[in-house]
C-alpha cells in the first residue's frame, strides 16, 4: 500500500498562488498515476488534475486549466499542484490520490485506489 500526505494549502487572498505537495510512503509513486481532487463543502469531490507515471501526460480539469499545474518527482516520491490565479471558488479541501490500475479513468474518483486526508485551501475575495 501507499500513504499519501498532503500539504501546503492555506488562505491567501485572489490572485495569489499556493503549491500543494502530496508525499507518498510505503511504495514508489513511479507505479501510480497519480492525480488531484477537490471538494467544497455541500458539494461532490471532483477532479482537478492527473499526471502519466512518468510526468508525460498531464490532464486538468477545464475550469483550472491554465493556472493550475501538476508535476511529480518520482525520485522524492512526491507530486505536485501549483496553482496561480487563484479564485474564490477554488475554495475547497484539496486531496491527492493514487491508481494503481492498468486502466485509469483519471477524471473519476472511485477509478483510485489510494486517497490522503486532505489540505484546505481558502481563498478570500
Known amino acids: 500500500q501507499v500513504q499519501l500526505v498532503e500539504s501546503g494549502g492555506g488562505l491567501v487572498q485572489a490572485g495569489a498562488s499556493l503549491r500543494l505537495s502530496c508525499a507518498a510512503s510505503?511504495?514508489?509513486?513511479?507505479?501510480?498515476?497519480m492525480g488531484w481532487f477537490r471538494q467544497a463543502p455541500g458539494k461532490e469531490r471532483e477532479f482537478v488534475a492527473a499526471i502519466s507515471w512518468s510526468a508525460g501526460s498531464t490532464y486538468g480539469a477545464d475550469s483550472v486549466k491554465g493556472r493550475f499545474t501538476i508535476s511529480r518527482d518520482n525520485a522524492r516520491n512526491t507530486v505536485y499542484l501549483q496553482m496561480n490565479s487563484l479564485k474564490p471558488e477554488d475554495t475547497a479541501v484539496y486531496y491527492c490520490?493514487?491508481?494503481?490500475?492498468?486502466?485509469?479513468?483519471?477524471?473519476?474518483?472511485?477509478?483510485?485506489?489510494?486517497w490522503g486526508q486532505g489540505t484546505q485551501v481558502t481563498v478570500s475575495s
Open positions: 510505503g511504495r514508489l509513486i513511479s507505479r501510480y498515476r
Open positions: 490520490a493514487a491508481c494503481s490500475g492498468i486502466y485509469c479513468n483519471l477524471g473519476r474518483a472511485n477509478e483510485y485506489d489510494y
